[in-house]
């Protein structure tokens, strides 16, 4: 899911290969298929306004033109099948990187069509990816537990490890100032990387058993996470260091991404196929 600057709102659909698109406005909705035995993970919009998709089934980068819906695919090497294409995002170049939980990372040149594929330093878990202000990319990875860094020039990944272990790094997001938002799985936490003094912090969800999936920060710095084991939109402030749940309308929800525009907080509602936002102001 990912909210355009024309105010309509990409999704895709998993289980019919297909990329849909909202007018939150009207509330109508359309759809492109992606082709035979697509199967599409996420979807982002790229520095040109086009929403690109990292699909597992076709295990391939996808670009719909969103003015005529013209399908291009960026498939992987021979050589790198079934990776289970996960997240992407651009760097300050306009190159996309992307994630696979099989094991690697990658990047897509859009200007030559080129597509490179690397192993990821300790194997299987690559899966949210973001870049800071600065244009560093950093991945989680869910299965390896850590966070990586990735120099754009030479494309090599370095580990940067949380504190606490066996955390389930799932999903990271940079703030303004460059720091690095993570969301910890399997302990409940939301985590904060400082790259300029390698300093961490770490906060504990409230509930009795938190699950936080999807990590985002808003215009104003403000962290959103989605936690499964409360079914609610979770609201850190970090400033005050101050956690507010909204509850999800739908039981169970299950928001498994968060992106948005100033504003709009949007979330996609896996277990319910339904997108919900946030209204900030």
Known sequence: ??????????????????????????????????????????VIVGPEGAPWVTDSGLNAIVRV??????????????????????????????????????GIYGRVDPSSGRVEVF???RGRGPYGIAATPDGAVYYASLAGNHVARVD????RATIVEPPTPDQ????????????????EWNVGKVAM?????????????????????????????????SDFGSNALVHFDPAQEMFTSVPLPSKPGNVRQILGR????????????????????
Not at 3 to 18: H, L, M, R
Not at 69 to 86: C, H, M
Not at 168 to 183: E, H, K, N, T, Y
Not at 204 to 216: D, E, F, M
């Open 1 to 42: 899911m990912a909210p355009a600057s024309d105010g309509t709102v990409w999704f895709t659909a998993q289980g019919k290969g297909e990329l849909g698109r909202l007018d939150p406005r009207t509330g109508t909705s359309t759809s492109v298929s992606l082709g035979t035995g697509s199967a599409p993970h996420g």
């Open 65 to 102: 033109d969103p003015a005529t819906g013209e399908v291009r695919r960026f498939d992987l090497p021979a050589d790198r099948p079934d990776a289970n294409l996960n997240t992407a995002v651009f760097d300050a170049k306009k190159v996309l990187w992307f994630t696979g939980q099989n």
């Open 119 to 121: 192993d990821a330093p």
């Open 152 to 155: 754009t020039a030479t494309a």
């Open 168 to 183: 389930g790094a799932r999903r990271v997001w940079p703030d303004s100032r460059g720091r690095v938002w993570v969301s």
């Open 193 to 225: 990387f400082e790259p300029g003094t390698g300093r961490w912090r770490e906060w504990q969800l409230p509930g009795p058993r938190p699950q936080p999936y999807a990590v985002y920060v808003d215009e104003g710095d403000r962290v959103w996470l």
């Open 262 to 281: 100033p504003g709009e907080v949007w979330g996609a509602e896996s277990a319910a196929d339904k997108l919900v936002v946030v209204r900030t102001r």
